[in-house]
């Protein structure tokens, strides 16, 4: 038992946990924040209450930790979405409304973790192949577009059942979640805008670019 007031050390074996507690620790500072500007290894290690060279023996610097809180976040959208659209939905064109809505209420609910996985400049982006395909998107971000991926198959599923006149599902899947983004962070700083109510505005957009019929 620690009676100095600090942090109990892990036993031998438990660094594993020690790194859940790190980047748990950087989500806190996330979430209470609001801005990936306040993760900083001081403010990460106080929140852990740990020290701060400790962090060392789990990541190299602070972006690592960032990045560490990008991947859960990205698998918590991806799990998300799927639950939400399931399935084992009869009517595909339902199920992809609720993917792209479960899509945008996350960017709401969560507006920092939001702009931390699609706002953040990140340097030494690739050139890219035309036309666009997830091959050729970099091994370091494919896993994490995921829930980009299940929008996709969404769409296509929609085209298989004869109600959607897509000839490129991933082209359109790309531009709805272009769109979709463009909503949400249009929302987010043009807060006084009469803008129409969101749940409408993402039916409309999702039906037009999807090439929904019937």
Known sequence: MNTSGGRTRNRRGEGGLLRDEIVAAAERILEREGDEAAITLRSVAREAGISAPSIYAHFADRDAI???VLDIAFERLRQ???STAGTDQDDPVVSLLAGCHAYVDFA?????RY???FGRVRE???ELKMPLRM????PQWRHRLQAFEVLVDGLAAC???GRSDSTDPFVDATTIWTAMHGAVMMRQFVPGF???PFDEAVDALVLRIGRITG
């Open 159 to 161: 085209v298989a059942a």
């Open 124 to 126: 030494g982006r690739p």
């Open 194 to 196: 009469p803008w129409p």
């Open 80 to 82: 998300l979405i799927l």
């Open 66 to 68: 960032v990045e560490a």
């Open 135 to 138: 091959q050729d998107v970099p």
């Open 108 to 112: 709401v609910r969560e507006p920092a």
């Open 115 to 117: 702009r931390v996985l």
